[in-house]
């Protein structure tokens, strides 16, 4: 955006000086923030890529998709559609600077915002570019990237009772017995099962009768939990009530720990990334510590080779299930997570030549990799406890937040110094649940500062703190005795359209519209070297197409949600296609606005071609390649950018 020269040196914005193309004149530029070091990104993205969906997801959906044979699905679609993603992501945000919202500057119409009128030449004003935010009087208006930021703002209450709970676990693993190791306290119902062993028969107490039934029946009774395990999740931990209609009480317990939760993201934030940079070195690193401890350790006990073999056994005739290859693709986006916003903000901190294509291949092969790690970790440990009670690993497996707090918990306290497992394993889930959650609200954080730099850029404490408090207020009502079918009912829907719609478009608007000729120009810029025709290919057809296919599949093969054997009532499905549709309300509204605006001044045709245009304050994050960049940029018609994208293919890379 343009600015008068009384704005360049206006005090409240933050000012570096650096060298300007023209005759090696300084200037005063407008300062963002980096990576004090590049390995402060690197493990801040690994705490981000391997997160819960990693560890408890991934293990459920391979067992029931073929074992092993799910691996080959996994692999290719990580392959055609994650890490293309995830490199696309990263390079348009470290080539412009810009993070969730601002990125899409290179397509206004996606990001909602007209085109701005420069009141000088910003490349032969080199303070343009530096000061272009907004100064002008035009604000831009929300598109896609709005709907990143509300993606991902409307995740964060819910999912940081991740945090939560195994903060609740960690206080609980003091006592001298496990809590979730016995029946006979005050939460645990008349068909509590402990000790369950293989072919014995065990009373059950229902009512004022006594029925003779073996272990497995009463391991598939139809109440919502029967070990002491579950009962202590389901009627300690939640208190959970009849139904989504039954609100109940309030869980203060729960309550407290959010509060402690946001607590410690707010303080791993306070400075910002500087601050989550160092933070990182801890979250990131100690779960794998951990993950390989609990490994070894329940490699040892009885039933864990078996476990693995039943991990590993592939049944192929899986492939043939398209079912198959639909959970495959949308694995890699629980996993890697492209399409939420806080690839391109971690990448918008990073200096303009680091090797944007080098990083993306690391965290995706550490990031999927530690996905089929904890594969073995888990079925060792589901191996181990079928072993004891005499149950089939099928029926010992459970999905989400039971994995994690049901099973493993269950596993643990069978191995010597119970609590000591225990807390080691409950301190993971908050170290990698606590990367995850920093990097969504740093989304939003960086969203709002950028937007307002003027009164929020020397009060980011402010804004973190207020953020982190309206999510904590937002997040009490998942602490009720209703909150977990309305956890369950946001995670059900709120991933399901918007990421892979954000990720098609966005494939669309670089492929198609900005020009992967173009695009390739500036990741020549970035790291001397143009893309490939293979990553071309993928771009423009093979990832957009596979989106596309996964995105309708989902639609057509709708299953409506439940939490264990209970059945959510119609209205509630209602309820979730909205919460799903709203990151996507911005997008066509803001797109007509844009376009309606340049039509004051302009035919409808070159309104729409202004609307698909680069803001004029999109370019290069370091001004040194400004000029370069111009001469690299000349607009182009859709058909020619069509044309010049086969051409550039017979180029050298």
Request: one cysteine or more.
């Given at each position: 955006?343009?600015?008068?020269?009384?704005?360049v040196t206006?005090?409240?914005?933050?000012?570096?000086?650096?060298?300007?193309?023209?005759?090696?004149?300084?200037?005063?530029?407008?300062?963002?923030?980096?990576?004090?070091?590049h390995?402060?990104?690197?493990?801040?993205?690994?705490g981000y890529?391997?997160?819960?969906?990693?560890?408890?997801?991934?293990?459920?959906?391979?067992?029931?998709?073929?074992?092993?044979?799910?691996?080959?699905?996994?692999?290719?679609?990580?392959?055609?559609?994650?890490?293309?993603m995830f490199?696309?992501?990263?390079?348009?945000?470290?080539?412009?600077?810009?993070?969730?919202?601002?990125?899409?500057?290179?397509?206004?119409?996606?990001?909602?915002s007209?085109?701005?009128?420069?009141?000088?030449?910003?490349?032969?004003?080199?303070?343009?570019?530096?000061?272009?935010?907004?100064?002008?009087?035009?604000?831009?208006?929300?598109g896609?990237?709005?709907?990143?930021?509300?993606?991902?703002?409307g995740?964060?209450?819910?999912?940081?009772?991740?945090?939560?709970?195994?903060?609740?676990?960690?206080?609980?693993?003091?006592?001298s017995?496990?809590?979730?190791?016995t029946?006979?306290?005050?939460?645990?119902?008349?068909?509590?099962v402990?000790?369950?062993?293989a072919?014995?028969?065990?009373?059950?107490?229902?009512?004022n009768?006594?029925?003779?039934?073996t272990?497995?029946?009463?391991?598939?009774?139809?109440?919502?939990?029967?070990?002491?395990a579950?009962?202590?999740?389901?009627?300690?931990?939640?208190?959970?009530?009849?139904?989504i209609?039954?609100?109940?009480?309030?869980?203060?317990?729960i309550?407290?720990?959010?509060?402690?939760?946001?607590?410690?993201v707010?303080?791993?934030?306070i400075?910002?990334?500087?601050?989550?940079?160092?933070?990182v070195?801890?979250?990131?690193?100690?779960?794998?510590?951990?993950?390989?401890?609990?490994?070894?350790?329940?490699?040892?006990?009885?039933?864990?080779?078996?476990?693995?073999?039943y991990?590993?056994?592939?049944?192929?005739?899986?492939?043939?299930?398209?079912?198959?290859?639909?959970?495959?693709?949308?694995?890699?986006?629980f996993?890697?997570?492209?399409g939420?916003?806080?690839?391109?903000?971690?990448?918008?901190?990073?200096?303009?030549?680091?090797p944007?294509?080098r990083?993306?291949l690391?965290?995706?092969?550490?990031?999927?990799?530690?996905?089929?790690?904890?594969?073995?970790?888990?079925?060792?440990?589901?191996?181990?406890?079928?072993?004891k009670t005499?149950?089939?690993?099928?029926?010992v497996?459970?999905?989400?937040?039971?994995?994690?707090?049901v099973?493993?918990?269950?596993?643990?306290?069978?191995?010597?110094?119970?609590?000591?497992w225990?807390?080691?394993?409950?301190?993971?889930?908050?170290?990698?649940?606590?990367?995850?959650e920093?990097?969504?609200?740093?989304?939003?954080?960086?969203?709002?500062?950028?937007?307002?730099?003027?009164?929020?850029?020397?009060?980011r404490?402010?804004?973190t703190?207020?953020?982190?408090f309206?999510?904590f207020?937002?997040?009490?009502?998942?602490?009720?005795?209703?909150g977990?079918?309305?956890?369950?009912?946001?995670?059900w829907?709120?991933?399901?359209?918007?990421?892979?719609?954000?990720?098609?478009?966005?494939?669309?608007?670089?492929?198609?519209?900005?020009g992967?000729?173009r695009?390739?120009?500036?990741?020549?810029?970035?790291?001397?070297?143009?893309?490939?025709?293979?990553v071309?290919?993928?771009?423009?057809?093979?990832?957009?197409?596979?989106?596309?296919?996964?995105?309708?599949?989902?639609?057509?093969?709708?299953?409506?949600?439940?939490?264990?054997?209970?059945?959510?009532?119609?209205?509630?499905?209602?309820?979730?296609?909205i919460?799903?549709?709203?990151p996507?309300?911005?997008?066509?509204?803001?797109?007509?606005?844009?376009?309606?605006?340049?039509?004051?001044?302009?035919?409808?045709?070159k309104?729409?071609?202004?609307?698909?245009?680069?803001?004029?304050?999109?370019?290069?994050a370091?001004?040194?390649?400004?000029?370069?960049?111009?001469?690299?940029?000349?607009?182009?018609?859709?058909?020619?950018?069509?044309?010049?994208?086969?051409?550039?293919n017979n180029?050298?890379?």
């Amino acid at each position: 955006m343009p600015s008068t020269a009384g704005d360049v040196t206006d005090p409240t914005i933050p000012m570096a000086t650096g060298n300007t193309q023209g005759g090696g004149r300084s200037a005063p530029l407008r300062q963002r923030e980096s990576w004090h070091r590049h390995l402060d990104y690197m493990l801040t993205m690994v705490g981000y890529s391997v997160g819960l969906s990693n560890l408890l997801r991934f293990p459920y959906i391979c067992n029931r998709n073929g074992g092993g044979a799910f691996l080959i699905p996994f692999i290719v679609c990580v392959l055609i559609a994650g890490f293309p993603m995830f490199f696309l992501e990263s390079a348009i945000s470290q080539f412009s600077g810009k993070a969730a919202k601002q990125m899409w500057s290179f397509c206004p119409m996606f990001k909602g915002s007209p085109k701005k009128h420069m009141l000088f030449e910003p490349w032969r004003c080199p303070v343009g570019k530096y000061v272009a935010l907004g100064v002008d009087g035009t604000k831009g208006q929300p598109g896609i990237g709005i709907g990143s930021v509300l993606l991902t703002f409307g995740y964060m209450p819910y999912y940081n009772l991740y945090l939560a709970w195994p903060i609740y676990y960690m206080l609980k693993t003091c006592s001298s017995v496990l809590p979730w190791t016995t029946c006979g306290n005050s939460w645990n119902s008349d068909l509590c099962v402990d000790d369950v062993n293989a072919g014995s028969n065990m009373s059950a107490l229902a009512g004022n009768t006594s029925d003779t039934i073996t272990a497995a029946e009463l391991w598939e009774n139809v109440t919502l939990a029967h070990t002491p395990a579950e009962e202590f999740w389901q009627y300690n931990v939640l208190s959970i009530s009849s139904g989504i209609d039954d609100v109940g009480a309030v869980q203060w317990h729960i309550v407290g720990c959010l509060f402690a939760s946001y607590v410690l993201v707010f303080l791993c934030l306070i400075r910002g990334i500087k601050s989550a940079g160092k933070v990182v070195y801890v979250t990131a690193l100690l779960p794998y510590i951990l993950l390989v401890s609990i490994f070894i350790t329940t490699l040892l006990k009885p039933g864990a080779t078996d476990g693995l073999l039943y991990y590993f056994v592939p049944d192929f005739s899986q492939l043939l299930d398209i079912q198959v290859w639909l959970e495959a693709c949308l694995q890699v986006f629980f996993s890697l997570g492209p399409g939420w916003g806080m690839i391109s903000t971690a990448a918008s901190y990073k200096k303009f030549n680091e090797p944007c294509l080098r990083d993306c291949l690391i965290l995706t092969i550490v990031s999927e990799g530690t996905s089929i790690f904890s594969g073995c970790v888990t079925f060792a440990v589901l191996g181990t406890m079928a072993q004891k009670t005499g149950v089939p690993i099928s029926e010992v497996v459970s999905t989400g937040p039971g994995l994690g707090f049901v099973t493993y918990p269950d596993a643990l306290a069978q191995l010597p110094l119970p609590q000591l497992w225990s807390f080691m394993f409950f301190l993971m889930l908050l170290m990698v649940g606590l990367d995850s959650e920093f990097m969504g609200a740093e989304v939003v954080i960086t969203a709002l500062v950028d937007q307002y730099p003027r009164h929020l850029g020397k009060r980011r404490m402010l804004v973190t703190a207020g953020v982190c408090f309206i999510s904590f207020l937002l997040g009490i009502v998942f602490c009720t005795q209703g909150g977990p079918y309305m956890f369950q009912l946001l995670d059900w829907y709120e991933a399901s359209l918007a990421p892979m719609v954000f990720c098609t478009l966005e494939c669309v608007a670089v492929g198609c519209i900005y020009g992967i000729r173009r695009m390739s120009n500036d990741v020549e810029m970035m790291l001397g070297n143009r893309l490939s025709p293979l990553v071309k290919i993928l771009i423009v057809f093979v990832t957009p197409a596979t989106l596309t296919a996964a995105l309708i599949l989902t639609l057509l093969r709708y299953q409506p949600p439940t939490y264990g054997k209970y059945q959510f009532p119609s209205y509630a499905s209602l309820i979730g296609w909205i919460i799903a549709v709203i990151p996507l309300l911005p997008l066509p509204v803001y797109m007509f606005m844009t376009v309606r605006e340049h039509m004051a001044t302009h035919s409808l045709k070159k309104s729409v071609n202004l609307a698909l245009s680069p803001d004029d304050d999109w370019g290069p994050a370091d001004d040194r390649y400004g000029e370069e960049y111009m001469m690299n940029s000349q607009p182009e018609s859709l058909p020619s950018r069509l044309r010049s994208w086969i051409c550039s293919n017979n180029e050298t890379t």
